[in-house]
């Protein structure tokens, strides 16, 4: 009996390692995503990846912004619309499963364009909505 509760323990660490290793490569497959839509100025493709929802949360050193189309026309207006959306690079420092449908990512972000270099840090929340997982919230500094 002691045998047998052993291997279902070692059995389910293995399967949640497993899981864990598969949610961490689809979060950082949808940043280099992010990264690479940006870099070639389109703002829709950096944007898919967001809860498209008037409950995405997008918190900056210029205030609270809520919903996806209050995010989108903040990054137009910003970048997209003056040709500065320039080169961007994120790095990951750290990816927090908190449950099977909920990740924190901690890292940061660089941007260079015309204009000069940007950087900063910023915090996702990754929520698995319908089979999918997108970003809900975004505090970037």
Known sequence: MRYFTFTIIFLFLIIQSFAQSNTEKNIVGILNEQQN?????????FMKHYWKSDSLTF????GVKKGWQSVYDGYQKSYAEKGEMGTLNFEIFKIDLLSNKNALVLGSCKVVNAKGTYQGYFTLW????????????????
């Open 37 to 45: 839509s940006w870099n070639q100025s389109n703002l829709a493709g």
């Open 126 to 141: 990754f929520k698995k909505i319908k089979r999918k997982w997108v970003i809900v919230q975004d505090h970037t500094s």
């Open 59 to 62: 918190v900056s050193k210029n």
